[in-house]
């Protein structure tokens, strides 16, 4: 099993920055074997959608609409996945979720309880 604590969501202004952490916590195998650590988000009303993520190997992904604006890394030896969001763009409040898909013991996804963020215009 992973915990997973995620952190630093709030209110900022359109324009602003905030830096998320997610840490996780519990099997070690499983975390360190992790095929992907990453953040989502959901809005009210809307369906859950990838922001980004970071492979074991380092590579990342991110969504077209984060692209030049979002940055994610992680930090193995904390276990921990940041999300540095900058250029925020004034949205609908959504909350952002830590999520890491790990093989070990068996393939499965764990999720965080999620931070708010909302921009404000």
């Known amino acids: 099993q992973v915990q997973l604590v995620e952190s630093g969501g709030g209110l900022v202004q359109a324009g602003g920055s905030l830096r998320l952490s997610c840490v996780a916590s519990?099997?070690?195998?499983?975390?360190?074997?992790?095929?992907?650590m990453g953040w989502y988000r959901q809005a009210t009303g809307k369906e859950r959608e990838l922001v980004a993520y970071i492979t074991r190997g380092g590579s990342t992904n991110y969504a077209d609409s984060v692209k030049g604006r979002f940055t994610i890394s992680r930090d193995n030896a904390k276990n921990t996945v940041y999300l540095q969001m900058d250029s925020l763009k004034s949205e609908a409040p959504a909350v952002y979720y830590c999520?890491?898909?790990?093989?070990?013991?068996?393939?499965?996804?764990?999720w965080g309880q999620g931070t708010q963020v909302t921009v404000s215009s």
């Open positions: 519990g099997s070690i195998l499983s975390i360190i074997t992790a095929n992907t």
């Open positions: 999520n890491v898909n790990s093989p070990i013991p068996r393939p499965a996804d764990y």
